[in-house]
């Protein structure tokens, strides 16, 4: 199981992978942070395409092609907004991990990339979003065996060291 699980620093619109995933807003427009590099590296049709989608609520997930990515697929969803913790956010934030998932498995998606989905503008504690995004993803593995790579990829090297910690603690 370990081994289909990948933790690295970089730029996520740079990853040789079948899909990589957005972390939207719900109108799925494109927007600051991770969402404005996807669109910008993906170019113009990504908007085009995500117009027709017609947004998506909280903790759910929609694809799109990947156009000028080298990803076939992007995977779009919306984080919640961190408040205290205890208004939905964890069930929110693994939902969006759950159903990026799911539609990966749905649309033949074998390597997937995630960026840390809330910890930037949404103000998620990086470390609890951590725990979160890796405990999601160890137990939907536990139950699917077509996809072969889940790659989290952070931004700079204490994010690399937050999901190490815990992916140590997992397992
Ligand atoms: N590759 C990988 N990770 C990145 C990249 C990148 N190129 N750029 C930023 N990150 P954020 P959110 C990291 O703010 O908190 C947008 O405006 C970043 O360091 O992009 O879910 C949307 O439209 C952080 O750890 O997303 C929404 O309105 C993580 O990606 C809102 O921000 C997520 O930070 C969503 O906020």
């Known amino acids: 199981m370990g081994e289909r699980i990948a933790i ?22 494109g927007g600051g942070g991770v969402d404005g590099a996807i669109h910008r590296a993906a170019g113009p049709e990504l908007v085009d395409e995500c117009r027709g989608l017609g947004g998506c609520p909280t903790g759910e997930a929609r694809i799109t092609a990947g156009y000028q990515l080298t990803a076939r697929h992007v995977i779009h969803t919306v984080g919640p907004v961190y408040r205290d913790g205890c208004s939905g956010e964890p069930e929110l ?11 990966a498995v ?4 074998k390597s997937i990339a995630f960026p840390a989905i809330s910890t930037g503008v949404y103000g998620y504690p990086l470390e609890e979003a951590a725990r979160i995004a890796l405990s999601v993803t160890l137990a939907f593995l536990e139950q699917d065996t077509s996809i072969e790579q889940v790659v989290f990829c952070c931004f700079g090297e204490e994010a690399v060291d937050v999901y190490n910690r815990f992916f140590k603690e997992v397992f």
Do not use: F, Q, W
């Open 8 to 29: 690295i620093d970089g730029d996520i619109t740079k990853l040789e992978v079948d899909a990589i995933v957005n972390a939207a807003n719900e109108r799925l427009l």
């Open 106 to 109: 749905e649309n033949g998606v």
């Open 93 to 103: 934030l693994a939902g969006c991990y759950r159903n990026s998932l799911r539609l």
